[in-house]
């Protein structure tokens, strides 16, 4: 922690810093420049008192933190990558993991035609809403009970793995009866009780990036998992809010190469509703697992016109084969480089 | 709804899209234009298909809502305004209210210096938070049900209600034994398992603007908490997320001035978040009054520089008194104006 | 400037790093420690050397600037306010001044109308543009010197001084024979070339902050002036972009109150841009007096609904006189304050 | 258009309405519906009024663009992609080409030794900054019209056409004496004059995106190059403003996808700008081609921890070369899929 004095800032304003930081159960070492003096406060304190508020301290203009605050998160105290097993897949390590699957379960009927097209097209885990976080009260908001036996029997046909999202503790253990993957929704990313609950959980955890939280504040709620007690998260870049209104989300495929350069967790790219377009879903995802994601989630739907949610964003079933198809496709050419490849 | 077809949009398809319309319960209205067709579909529905997703059908280009989403919560629907009557205190009358105290409840000296000097200073209510949402789980986390006792114990000795945040269904009926206005925080905002449960309260409701949340999605929030039975609910801007990172978030005051457009609901301001920096709270308090607040909420500590949350943006004692002085202030002068003040 | 290196830096990296500093004119200062180096360097430098770039160097993590980079837009040089004197009209003095007048020049018959209202109504400047900066080039553009000619016949007649807007170098001395005062629109805030321009002119200059702009690159835009040796810079907060699509822009009004903290220069508001709704002009324009704004910019229009250019934004000439009868209204009551104004 | 009107707007406000969407060349066509009317507007109007401005008219809610305002840069227009010829090097066509060079030319040593590295590494184009436009005024500024010289000679050199910013109108024949492709900086987006100059230009342009541009607005901005008379426009996007800090700005790769949607126009990326991280580039410019960027500008300097701007973000020569070969490496494998790829 870095304490910048304020330029006429007096002596004694400077001891009364020291002293701070010192009863803070930190070192303080003191820099006397030309125009001003800058306080370090260096070890990591430990007992308790937030060395921040002495910003609010006479003759103190800005405090500014060194170190970065999240820890068994950070790649720094686990440098080999994670993998999480969700029923039986990894998600982490060489090969790239497709979840797909309708926004909400529907019916019968709808899901499982989803499920066996998803996965002939070479999905390794069926997504699906049973509880359904809707900005408005007039909208569908999910099937609940009836939906998690859908996804088991879903997955008793196919054989696929099955993520759905948590809304409230008061769910969560009917949910992880059926589902193999608990999915905190970016408007739940810092509901500290929801991450509180399931890091108590014998589940692996999606954790979706908040529409407006930073990569840092993303990896400090996935640090309330670690701490908690549950290793196993994987990390979900979905678009945050931007000023642009042509995509629904602004699709923030940098961050998944610096979380993954940050953390040793798996992260993986929601292409539909980081676009909000279905035209732009295959593109996107090719770019995400350039960019270094361990995988997709995408929302297909049999009839994205007849959807009870998320219809302008889902593929149908021939349009999800098609990107299947293009994501193992011959990558492009580059002028004045002599690699090419062909298919074997 | 208007179905905006593209240009190049086959007569079937527009019949189709025509159909579509009619069987979710809207009257189609067909506009033929010189370089492509509008679908305009009139009434509301009524059978709870989404006719967003229409948006995926061939042949149309994009589906714009027309209607405001949100109904109990709109001036359209009920036009005068509500006064929320928070344990006697009238919030969204013709007085503004000032709610003020730490942060977080520390300790019992901390809490009851605090009460006293802000009612002494002319606030109505007082705040301080038992459960605190905490970015990293390594920050202080509140003192939980020992705050809630102190709280009532500050109450009692001062005659002020009491504001407190909850961050779970689980904790609600506890805190809403102590506590006379419930708040929702900003990254609750769409914790939609937690709007439903207090709705169910008879409690009025503090509803905060999410970071990130528009002024729709807010009204919104409060819709989930109208149409489940709770017509006693104040909404408070405290910030957005922006670009700029001189201030914590960027307060958006003109968002207060369409808020009392749209809904009859009170707003209040939060210039502690609003701001982040203790030096800017006067001024944006006396704006947020001016820009037709019914009230403040605001960060006071007998200390900030030892304060364990929101230290940099906290008034010490008697910065709050000054506050309120100068929130009574006379107006400044217009040049060119005739009309002058003076103090009764 | 703080230099932080990485966790696992070895002491050579250290020593280069040191090496680095001290050939970049600054003083370097070491601090080792318990688990990274920190290397302080004091002083200004002086030899031109950019010592951020020694992020790239091996070791280092990350490099923070610790002081302000503006100078003489800083208070700290000068604490005393400048007052800005427009065509006799002070800015930035003791009482607030309204700009007033249509976005664009359309007609004689709009301009002098415009002009004779907002006279009347207590205007002390007329704004209007000749040159128009239009998103499309299929917009109307302005109608050049023409306007220009026009604005000096408004100027006869009312005696207002006259704010216009520049948009290229080459304009800049005959626009200057016409205006007061000279306009840099949002989008020229970094048009580096016209800064260089108008700093050379003996006219003042209102700088608008950009759409995207922090405080701090927008005093760094006005240090260019100061700099190039133009003293008198007017400020003008317009509304930053933002995710909320409801307002035009997002006021940000704390940066009014935070720029007069950092800068002795004045700072007006403009509610027109700024909101882009007109039904929000007069409450906000309170906001921006009460928040410390030394006066208005505000787009008034004969007829609204014919305007070429911004009619949803811009009063009316009854609207507009409502208005100024508004900012000098008295302030609203505080629950619990004893301090009443009656109007003399 | 489509104007919507208020729900309790009487007959005759809407009959003004259509009159005056009549006056203003449109055809008007009325909808009544259960709760209220609308009114469209077919046609393009023609008489240059500008039928937003009818959102003021007493009675109107708000007022709906239906039609994408850019023409000339359309696929409507024009469905087959525009290849710009730069020196000889097509851009947009089958192959990927990559600009690189330093930030800004220094001297004649770092600029050679730059253009042999990113030669011989497969650049098909040089970049080399010789008016810089910098945050500060005090700030390295270029070395002006001695850079231009020193990039004539690398172009004899190693044969690779030239691109270098253009900051201002004066300097545009000076720098078209010298450069192969014209480079509009973010920052001037919109600086109307400047494009308007460079539109009569024989030269072909790469216009980067504002940092808080909407994709339609850098395509209204190509507009008026295209409507200027200069068809060859490269776009470039560079990044936006977000709230993430962590990065310089936020690469919205998907709006690379939309924007191909969209346009005929060539699109590429700069992923220096976009992220600011040297790590990161390598990652973000394999997903920039993957999602279909038609090329790649890439800062590279010799010794970016002296770089005189932007070396946090530069690659050094080595570096480049790596991420070359990175470019052109297999893609990485599917789960679930058959197909794989060797080198030939």
Redesign the interface.
């Known amino acids: 922690m870095?304490i910048?004095m304020l330029?006429g800032a007096s002596e004694q304003h400077t001891r009364n810093v020291i002293e701070?930081v010192r009863s803070a159960g930190y070192q303080p070492?003191v820099?006397y420049?030309?125009?001003?003096t800058?306080v370090?406060a260096?070890?990591?304190g430990g007992n308790?008192?937030?060395l921040?508020?002495?910003?609010?301290?006479p003759g103190v203009e800005s405090?500014?933190a060194?170190?970065h605050?999240?820890?068994l998160a950070s790649r720094?105290l686990k440098p080999e990558r994670t993998v999480v097993n969700v029923g039986g897949?990894p998600v982490g390590g060489?090969?790239?993991?497709?979840i797909a699957g309708p926004c909400s379960v529907e019916s019968r009927e709808q899901l499982l035609a989803t499920a066996r097209a998803v996965k002939a097209a070479?999905?390794?885990l069926l997504r699906g809403g049973a509880y359904k976080?809707?900005?408005?009260?007039?909208?569908?908001q999910g099937l609940g009970e009836e939906a998690l036996h859908l996804l088991s029997e879903a997955r008793e046909e196919t054989g696929l793995p099955i993520v759905t999202e948590v809304?409230?503790?008061?769910?969560v253990d009917m949910i992880a009866e059926h589902a193999d993957l608990l999915q905190v929704g970016a408007?739940?990313m810092?509901?500290?009780?929801?991450l509180r609950r399931l890091a108590r959980m014998n589940r692996p955890i999606l954790l979706k990036r908040?529409?407006?939280a930073?990569?840092?504040?993303w990896l400090?709620a996935a640090?309330?998992l670690l701490?908690?007690g549950n290793p196993n998260v994987i990390l979900c870049e979905r678009g945050?809010?931007?000023?642009?209104?042509?995509?629904r989300n602004?699709?923030?495929?940098?961050?998944i190469?610096?979380t993954k350069?940050l953390s040793h967790l798996p992260v993986i790219a929601d292409p539909s509703h980081?676009?909000g377009?279905?035209?732009?879903i295959s593109?996107?995802s090719?770019?995400?697992?350039?960019?270094?994601a361990d995988g997709l989630i995408v929302e297909v739907h049999p009839c994205?016109?007849?959807?009870?949610?998320d219809?302008?964003q889902?593929l149908d079933l021939a349009g999800f084969a098609a990107m299947?198809?293009h994501?193992?496709?011959?990558?492009?050419?580059?002028?004045?480089?002599a690699?090419?490849?062909?298919?074997?």
């Open positions: 870095i910048n330029e701070s070492h820099i420049g030309t125009e001003r800058i370090a260096l070890g990591s308790g008192v937030q921040e508020a002495i910003e609010s301290a405090v500014i060194i170190a605050p999240f820890k720094q897949v060489e090969e790239i993991v497709v070479g999905a390794q976080p809707r900005t408005s009260p007039y909208d569908f809304l409230s503790t008061e769910d408007r739940n810092q509901n500290f009780a929801l908040g529409p407006s930073t990569v840092k504040e400090l640090e309330y701490v908690g945050i809010k931007t000023f642009e209104t042509e995509t602004t699709l923030d495929l940098a961050a190469a610096l350069e980081g676009t377009r279905r035209s732009l593109a996107v090719k770019a995400a697992i350039a960019v270094g994205p016109e007849r959807a009870l949610s219809g302008p889902s299947m198809r994501l193992s496709g011959p990558p492009r050419a580059i002028a004045g480089s690699v090419t490849f062909r298919t074997q």
